[in-house]
């Protein structure tokens, strides 16, 4: 099949504050697409203002209790479903968010590794209780120094999964990796035509004003009262990972006493700002990607991947040329 008969599937990415979900729904209401999320805090329930959660109807949000696990292999088979559930209504799918790795889950897939053994991680966090993270990093290295150049000494979550996976099987996850093969039809590129997208401000310190900005807004908009009311829950503790979720664990500290609100705040700015940076480095590395950036007031300043040598910028605002990325017969006036 070539790609002109394949249903279309778009991918619309960036760091976090980017504008990225505004433009998904102004692109729904042209090329009648529905959104799927590709967000590891929406698909929890009761983490709302912190995530971000917008109002406009999104597959795969609050999909999840927050004491429960969910990961990138659920979201490649929920995201599948979702595109064949769209597509079978005459729409199109379109993929957007900031969680990288879900993405990179969806499109290239994963390779079976052992399930997770809760003895094996425990006797991982124990150690690193002990002897700091850096330490279980250093192991990790010793036996997969490839998934160990990927991964910062201090991700405790991507660390203790990595090495469990060796301590499980013998096999570390770079070789498991390695033994993918995909099979024809099972991955998104055999069954789709799929656009990927990313929108970024060109100014990274806009980027930043924009997202100290929404973070405040967050706060107003009762942040700590949200994160409170989850803390009343006996089943949820700072280790699950809708806890560990940029900003949560932040106010979650405070609220057990380890530092101020004001400290908190700053703290959670601080970490936002990190994600953008991965979300960006992420970003930066991966082929296929026509890019949009905007300047402080929102207009397309640069675009990568899109116009051809002898276009230029124009009036053309973001949803105009994604539109003339995505669909090149539409008109664009």
């Known amino acids: 099949m070539s790609s002109a008969d394949k249903p279309l599937v778009i991918c619309l990415m960036g760091p976090t504050a980017s504008g990225k979900t505004d433009l998904a729904i102004a692109l729904a209401g042209v090329m009648e697409c529905e959104l799927i999320s590709v967000d590891s805090a929406l698909v929890y329930r009761g983490l709302n203002i912190g995530s971000a959660k917008p109002d406009y109807p999104h597959h795969l949000v609050d999909i999840r209790d927050p004491a429960e696990a969910y990961n990138a292999a659920d979201f490649i088979s929920d995201a599948n479903a979702a595109c064949e559930e769209i597509i079978s209504r005459g729409k199109t799918p379109l993929l957007v968010g ?56 201090n991700h405790s979550q991507r660390l203790s999964r990595a090495l469990e996976v060796y301590q499980i099987s013998g096999v570390t996850m770079t070789q498991w990796q390695l033994k993918q093969a995909a099979q024809a039809g099972q991955l998104p590129g055999d069954r789709y035509c799929i656009r990927q997208l990313a929108i970024c401000p060109a100014d990274r310190k806009q980027l930043h004003r924009r997202i100290e900005l929404r973070f405040a807004q967050m706060m107003q908009a009762g942040f700590v009262e949200e994160v409170s009311r989850l803390r009343q829950r006996s089943d949820l503790h700072r280790d699950l990972p809708a806890i560990r979720a940029v900003g949560y664990r932040q106010l979650w500290d405070c609220l057990e006493g380890n530092c101020s609100l004001s400290e908190a705040e700053q703290r959670g700015v601080a970490a936002t700002r990190q994600l953008a940076k991965r979300q960006l480095t992420w970003l930066r590395k ?26 230029h910028l124009g009036q053309y605002s973001s949803t105009t040329l994604a539109l003339k990325y995505l669909k090149p017969t539409i008109p664009i006036t």
């Open 98 to 153: 900031g969680t990288m790795l879900y993405f990179k889950a969806f499109l290239e897939g994963l390779a079976e590794m052992p399930p997770a053994d809760p003895k094996v991680r425990e006797a991982i966090y124990t150690m690193a209780a002990k002897h700091g993270w850096p330490a279980v990093h250093a192991q990790l290295a010793a036996v997969d120094p490839t998934a160990a150049g990927r991964i910062h000494p």
């Open 286 to 311: 991966w082929s296929e990607l026509a890019w949009i950036y905007t300047d402080n007031e929102g207009n397309v300043c640069e675009s990568v991947g899109i116009l051809g040598p002898s276009e």
